[in-house]
């Protein structure tokens, strides 16, 4: 493709709200353009890697035995009813009603479709297990997105599903798809982590994020010092310490007290999303964590409430007391049971109860794991704990038999005759938040650095002085030689650009290989200057030799 | 592909409430599955037709020089704000709006969405022409559907959009295009008719819709009998005939009349959008065409009133008057103007009024094109008109300044220094239904029969008795000899399942190339029954000469 008639040209400045690195490339260097918040146009050059990704995809996908297919965009929102997703996923979810009124949800998985699908069909043990997949537009109405493309309100996303005859059985397809995954990255030019993580609004016992490690990234998972332990910080598992071995003290009150934080019996109010207010208790180093604290008590949307609801319910603001709950649910983590004389806000909020224990002093209804893992963290085994921070850009679910249950005819014939429920697994991929990764991971100071398995084009065919009509006719031809054996060259022939422009133009839009013509490469017979724009080295070479550069990459 | 582990299966039967034959052999042969009206599921097979033609259409747009990109789903409305187009579109159009109460069209063209992404770049004669297009889900809120994939509310659609400097170079855009769609439709084996249109709520002067004649179609066209003239009966100019070399008679008031209904003035009364009614009349012999009545009254859409409405406003059904309109806004077709001494209802309901002649004894506030051209009628230019039914399956529209001059910065910069409007185009074709016409043209009484060029397989080659294990070793042996030279075979391999009924697949299915290998071709020699799906003549075959057989077809 001629660069001259590309539509989609690098520009100098990107507006001052875009932050991420790879939202500024993507956006400098025709990639893509912004149009509502949270949503994008694809420019050529960005459709063209979007393309390669999804291709890659689709080969791994083929290649594991799964099928592709396609469901409506919009669900009839009875399907979401059978399995009440249309509580459960909250203010994520898209509604849209038709003229006659019918109500659908654009939706961003297809759980309920595919099984609406599947039991449309008698389908035997003979045709367990089978795999279903589909490249499909995405919604998620969040409030507000950043990052460009790496958290989109709409995304084109690979979502495939598997129906297995029995637990044991969705076992060996979990792993297969594990290694499937691995492939898919390694072959888009990303190193993942598989992070144990938290199954959010699609249901199941357990999941695995596939994390890029990445600053911009926004799952947060802690690592052991020996990387057998991957777990997001949303369900991650770590030690509360030694239960200290003093002696019970007699209960005191005091207006102050030089005990440490970490005797602290902190007390807090939160609300779930029915208003229903619990009061919730921690050791004092150590927060909260809503994602835990909701599974705990069965919810799905689970805050800390302040100031004007606090004092509505009778509580003041850091004073809330194990001896004064008003009644309420009370929940506390099990960190609570480490504290030996441990102190807290006594009924009388002006004094402290010191020498306080669990159980002997106070109980609470639930005690369960509902905190976030502090800095310097021990892993159940005694490791280092190390907090990181990645882009998540697959997800890989057991669903079990959460929709299979749920929905009604959602089974098969066993060998016995009698009709059972499938066991499910769901594997997700976002294709741009892929592409964004990549970008993150793969560029330097100069521009984008593509793996040449997802590059817009091979080759980047730069004509330097093409009123030189020396110049003109020699990348002429290798255009033409290259474009012949399938080669996909993009070939900068504009005439009114300065050379310096040309070349950092090719940085910033980063394919893999370089290739340069200009009256001087063509006074040293006819040669020309070849760059791989990786290591940015370059070296004058014979057309001819080219071939083997770029194949052996 | 072995059909043991294909998704969708071939089944007896459909349901009752499917009738035009694309949907039921789509659906019987396990192309597709309905979700709720008007939307369907891609299966394995029918994705993968789907994919061919998105193919073909793709290879000749890049062709013709255009880009692919790809636009949200979600149009900001402001944009269609711009355009007046949330108005024109009526019904059709869907709305939603998000958490942050942000609205959204989900379009059915993208318009404005091009002109919007355009205008983020500076634009110069140097980069004019262009043209972008993309596949993308579009969404028409129909009352009801029906054909299955003949109209859907939810269907990807390539929709391409042309910038030109002037409407001079505009012409050879629009002439490139009508070969680039000829091509295209040859090439999945669709013949098509290039008609004129109307351009419905797209905008612009003219358009071209691609028809494939066909019963169950639901655009009607006439042709005249040279075949030179082509217009959908939207807008189809057609000859009143000749004004009558007669006398003018004195005005006369009759009880009855012996005069041919072709001398009859009669009124119909009409309701727009906004609720504004009008009196229109036509020769007595002739329909009022609603499409050509709204172009001429500059409303959207436009209904015959009856009964109570009719009341309401004055009038007694059949019986409107020239002579009493009640002060609404009139119009009549140019037939009026072929009538003399013709013959109306009086003001007086009862009596006729006789020897009528427009202008001499009534006017109205506008005389125009406003009718369907009966059964019978002859072109202007006197040649006969036949009526045709066919199927759209592709839509061409010249733009001009309508988007362009409606959108602020829809500009190039011209040679001059000064900005000016792009002139544009655009161009439709849904994928799915292009899909369902091929069906509904190539197939039999046993099935589909598919062009090779969208066939989801190239081969379908079937064993017959695979408990045989010498069937097997061979059908094996081919399928592998096959899928390693890059063809694709679909093979049943299926244990349990007679032969007739294999066969009886395989017909409905409509690979093009059949290879049967059973106990009887092999006692023949290690022999193939090979078959042509088109014409169902079997020959036995080495199968080393098999490559010859559907390499030559």
């Given at each position: 493709?001629?660069?001259?008639?590309?539509?989609?040209?690098t520009?100098?400045?990107?507006?001052?709200?875009?932050?991420?690195?790879?939202h500024k490339l993507?956006?400098?260097?025709?990639y893509?353009?912004?149009s509502?918040?949270?949503?994008?146009?694809?420019?050529?050059?960005?459709?063209k890697?979007?393309?390669?990704?999804?291709k890659?995809?689709?080969?791994?996908?083929?290649?594991?035995?799964?099928?592709?297919?396609?469901?409506?965009?919009?669900?009839?929102?009875?399907?979401?009813?059978?399995?009440?997703?249309?509580?459960?996923?909250?203010?994520?979810?898209?509604?849209?009603?038709?003229?006659?009124?019918?109500?659908?949800?654009?939706?961003?998985t297809?759980?309920?479709?595919?099984?609406?699908?599947?039991?449309?069909?008698?389908?035997?043990?003979?045709?367990?297990?089978?795999?279903?997949?589909q490249?499909s537009?995405?919604?998620?109405?969040?409030?507000?997105?950043?990052?460009?493309?790496?958290?989109?309100?709409e995304f084109v996303?690979?979502?495939?599903y598997?129906?297995?005859?029995?637990?044991?059985d969705?076992?060996?397809?979990?792993?297969?798809?594990?290694?499937?995954?691995?492939?898919?990255?390694?072959?888009?030019?990303?190193?993942?982590?598989?992070?144990?993580?938290?199954?959010?609004?699609?249901?199941?016992?357990?999941?695995?994020?596939?994390?890029?490690?990445s600053?911009?990234?926004?799952?947060?998972?802690?690592?052991?010092?020996?990387?057998?332990?991957?777990?997001?910080?949303?369900i991650?598992?770590?030690?509360?310490?030694e239960?200290?071995?003093?002696?019970?003290?007699?209960?005191?009150y005091?207006?102050?007290?030089?005990?440490?934080?970490?005797?602290?019996?902190?007390?807090?109010?939160?609300?779930?999303?029915?208003?229903?207010?619990?009061v919730?208790?921690?050791?004092?180093?150590?927060e909260?964590?809503?994602?835990?604290?909701?599974?705990?008590?069965?919810?799905?949307?689970?805050?800390k409430?302040?100031?004007?609801?606090?004092?509505?319910?009778?509580?003041?603001s850091?004073?809330?007391?194990?001896?004064?709950?008003k009644?309420?649910?009370?929940?506390?983590?099990?960190?609570?049971?480490?504290?030996?004389?441990?102190?807290?806000?006594?009924?009388?909020?002006?004094?402290?109860?010191?020498?306080?224990n669990?159980?002997?002093?106070?109980?609470l209804?639930?005690?369960?794991?509902?905190?976030?893992?502090?800095?310097g963290?021990?892993?159940?085994?005694?490791?280092?704990l190390?907090?990181?921070?990645?882009?998540?850009?697959?997800?890989?679910?057991?669903?079990?038999?959460?929709?299979?249950?749920?929905?009604?005819?959602?089974?098969?014939t066993?060998?016995?005759g009698?009709?059972?429920p499938?066991?499910?697994?769901?594997?997700?991929?976002?294709?741009?938040?892929?592409?964004?990764?990549?970008?993150?991971?793969?560029?330097d100071?100069?521009?984008?650095?593509?793996?040449?398995?997802?590059?817009p084009?091979?080759?980047?065919?730069?004509?330097i002085?093409?009123?030189?009509s020396?110049?003109k006719?020699?990348?002429?031809?290798?255009?033409?030689?290259?474009?012949?054996?399938?080669v996909d060259?993009?070939y900068?022939?504009?005439?009114?650009?300065?050379p310096?422009?040309?070349l950092?133009?090719?940085?910033?839009?980063?394919?893999?290989?370089?290739?340069?013509?200009?009256?001087?490469?063509?006074?040293?017979?006819?040669?020309i200057?070849?760059?791989?724009r990786k290591?940015?080295?370059?070296?004058?070479?014979?057309p001819?030799?080219?071939n083997?550069?770029?194949?052996?990459?």
């Amino acid at each position: 493709m001629k660069y001259s008639t590309l539509f989609g040209k690098t520009i100098k400045d990107v507006p001052h709200d875009i932050v991420s690195v790879s939202h500024k490339l993507l956006y400098k260097a025709g990639y893509i353009r912004d149009s509502s918040n949270g949503r994008y146009y694809f420019l050529p050059l960005g459709l063209k890697v979007h393309q390669k990704i999804q291709k890659i995809i689709k080969e791994e996908m083929d290649a594991a035995g799964y099928q592709e297919i396609v469901t409506p965009i919009f669900h009839p929102v009875d399907l979401w009813k059978e399995t009440g997703r249309t509580e459960s996923v909250g203010f994520e979810l898209l509604k849209v009603r038709d003229r006659n009124n019918a109500e659908f949800v654009l939706g961003g998985t297809a759980e309920e479709m595919l099984v609406e699908l599947v039991r449309k069909f008698q389908v035997s043990y003979k045709d367990m297990p089978f795999g279903l997949y589909q490249f499909s537009t995405k919604f998620r109405d969040e409030m507000r997105s950043r990052g460009g493309l790496l958290r989109m309100k709409e995304f084109v996303m690979k979502d495939a599903y598997s129906f297995n005859i029995s637990q044991e059985d969705f076992k060996d397809e979990y792993m297969k798809m594990q290694d499937v995954y691995k492939n898919i990255f390694k072959r888009v030019g990303l190193d993942i982590k598989m992070v144990s993580a938290d199954n959010g609004y699609i249901g199941g016992d357990y999941c695995h994020e596939f994390i890029v490690e990445s600053d911009v990234g926004e799952s947060q998972f802690l690592e052991s010092s020996d990387g057998t332990y991957l777990a997001h910080q949303d369900i991650a598992k770590f030690s509360r310490g030694e239960i200290l071995k003093e002696e019970f003290l007699p209960l005191e009150y005091s207006n102050s007290t030089n005990n440490p934080i970490s005797k602290f019996v902190r007390g807090d109010l939160f609300k779930d999303e029915n208003n229903n207010f619990y009061v919730v208790f921690t050791r004092g180093d150590i927060e909260v964590n809503t994602i835990k604290l909701a599974h705990v008590l069965g919810v799905y949307d689970i805050s800390k409430v302040l100031n004007d609801d606090l004092l509505k319910m009778g509580f003041l603001s850091g004073k809330i007391s194990p001896f004064d709950t008003k009644g309420l649910k009370t929940v506390g983590d099990i960190s609570l049971k480490t504290i030996v004389n441990g102190y807290a806000y006594s009924k009388y909020t002006s004094k402290y109860a010191l020498n306080i224990n669990y159980s002997r002093d106070f109980q609470l209804n639930i005690i369960d794991d509902i905190a976030l893992a502090p800095l310097g963290s021990l892993s159940e085994d005694g490791k280092d704990l190390i907090l990181k921070k990645g882009v998540e850009v697959g997800h890989i679910f057991q669903l079990g038999f959460h929709y299979s249950s749920k929905m009604s005819g959602a089974h098969f014939t066993d060998k016995d005759g009698k009709t059972k429920p499938y066991y499910m697994g769901c594997y997700g991929i976002g294709i741009a938040r892929t592409l964004a990764t990549i970008v993150e991971v793969h560029h330097d100071d100069k521009g984008i650095v593509w793996p040449e398995s997802v590059a817009p084009f091979m080759v980047h065919l730069v004509g330097i002085n093409m009123n030189d009509s020396k110049v003109k006719e020699a990348a002429d031809k290798l255009y033409k030689k290259l474009t012949d054996i399938g080669v996909d060259v993009l070939y900068d022939d504009r005439l009114d650009v300065f050379p310096g422009e040309k070349l950092s133009d090719a940085d910033i839009i980063g394919i893999p290989h370089r290739v340069v013509i200009s009256p001087k490469t063509l006074k040293d017979g006819n040669n020309i200057e070849y760059m791989l724009r990786k290591d940015r080295i370059s070296k004058i070479l014979n057309p001819d030799k080219l071939n083997e550069e770029f194949i052996n990459q």
